[in-house]
Structure formats: structure tokens, C-alpha cells
């Protein structure tokens, strides 16, 4: 499974929390569009199939996770 970097993930998380608190589902097509691909992301993200089980996830993933690892990248 692919896995999104800290940093990638907390901002898809925050977006998909910021639009849903807006209430984007009642918004225009593309920030209804932009909120279901954040959660379709989110899913594939997390081997998830539901947008609520897939920012469980996250959330799990991310607890003390630091945003600035850089062990990805050679020296």
C-alpha cells in the first residue's frame, strides 16, 4: 500500500475537515468535487473503502508522527 507522507496527509485531513465544517456538500459543484476526491484520496491513503474508517486512519497514522521526517531522503 502506498503511503502519503506526514505532511501530505495532515493536509488532506485538515482540507477534507475544513470543507466538510463549510458544509461543501451544499456548496458549488467544484468544491463538492474537491471534497470527494480529498475523500476518495484519503481512502486509497489509508486502505480504506469509507471516507469516516479512512480519516480514523490518519488520525492513527499521524499521532506523533513529525512533519518534518525527512528519512525518506538519502543524505
Do not use: K, N, W
Not at 477534507?16 to 476526491?37: H, P
Amino acid at each position: 500500500m502506498l503511503l502519503a507522507h506526514p505532511a501530505v496527509l495532515t493536509a488532506m485531513v485538515d482540507e477534507y475537515e475544513a470543507l466538510a465544517l463549510l458544509g461543501a456538500e451544499q456548496g458549488t459543484e467544484e468544491v463538492r468535487r474537491r471534497q470527494e476526491d480529498l475523500a476518495y484520496t484519503l481512502c486509497v491513503s489509508t486502505g480504506t473503502s469509507d471516507v469516516d474508517a479512512a480519516l480514523i486512519a490518519a488520525r492513527f497514522r499521524l499521532s506523533g508522527a513529525r512533519t518534518e521526517d525527512d528519512s525518506v531522503l538519502q543524505a
